[in-house]
Nanobody
Framework: QVQLLESGGGSVQAGGSLKLSCRTS????????MGWSRQAPGKERELVSR????????RYADSVKGRFTLSRDDDKSTVYMQMNNLKTEDTAVYYC???????????WGQGIQVTVSS
């Protein structure tokens, strides 16, 4: 059962931009904080971004701060991550994450590939 629908990945040249989207159910979206993690080749999975339930507070990994921007659209039950000035080290599989949920379990997406070429 797919609970997080990720889109927007692909290949881009260094310095370019991509926008990831993660649409979920109203139940999950209303109960959880949302964000993204990533898994780069040969690296452990790391937290990239998180946004609070009300959309007012965001946090980012130091490696992406100032380049990535996370936002929530309550009407669409969707979280977006705008990624600008992409670097080759941003190449990874990106996973949408719903966590810190009230009364339901955390949910992870299937992952989408982002490839940044030099």
């Amino acid at each position: 059962q797919v609970q997080l629908l990720e889109s927007g990945g692909g290949s881009v040249q260094a310095g370019g931009s991509l926008k990831l989207s993660c649409r979920t159910s109203t139940l999950i979206f209303g109960a959880c904080e949302m964000g993204w993690s990533r898994q780069a080749p040969g690296k452990e999975r790391e937290l990239v971004s998180r946004i609070s339930l009300d959309g007012t507070t965001t946090r980012y990994a130091d490696s992406v701060k100032g380049r990535f921007t996370l936002s929530r659209d309550d009407d669409k039950s969707t979280v977006y991550m705008q990624m600008n000035n992409l670097k080759t080290e941003d190449t990874a599989v990106y996973y949408c994450v719903a966590d810190r949920c009230e009364a339901i379990d955390d949910v992870w997406g299937q992952g989408i590939q982002v490839t940044v070429s030099s």
